[in-house]
């Protein structure tokens, strides 16, 4: 099993930068799948951003160009900087670790409890 623990949400103005972190501990962290996900009020749980232990990555259409993902295995870590935030990515930010990089919900395994991040017009 592995826990996952996000950090670095809050509030930004529009245009401005977050970097959010997610610590994972548990099964060795390297061989998984890291992604990114949001889910806006009444809204579903969406794909943000994923990257593979090779470091191979995929964004969402929304995202591209403005956010990055990231890990860095010896500190069993994964980043998402964003940049450019807008007032639609506002939304509770969860990290989740899986066996494939898929934009599917359901097909991930472990998820982090989730940070919230507003931005401000």
């Known amino acids: 099993q592995v826990q996952l623990v996000e950090s670095g949400g809050g509030l930004v103005q529009a245009g401005g930068s977050l970097r959010l972190s997610c610590a994972a501990s548990g099964r060795t962290f390297s061989m998984y799948t890291m992604g990114w996900f949001r889910q806006a009020p009444g809204k579903e749980r969406d794909f943000v951003a994923g990257?593979?232990?090779?470091?191979?990555?995929a964004y969402a259409d929304s995202v591209k160009g403005r956010f990055t993902i990231s890990r860095d295995n010896a500190k069993n870590t994964v980043y998402l900087q964003m940049n450019s935030l807008k007032s639609e990515d506002t939304a509770v930010y969860y990290c989740?670790?899986?066996?494939?990089?898929?934009?599917?919900?359901?097909?991930?395994?472990?998820w982090g409890q989730g940070t919230q991040v507003t931005v401000s017009s």
């Open positions: 990257i593979r232990w090779t470091g191979g990555s």
């Open positions: 989740a670790a899986g066996r494939m990089l898929v934009v599917h919900r359901d097909s991930w395994d472990y």
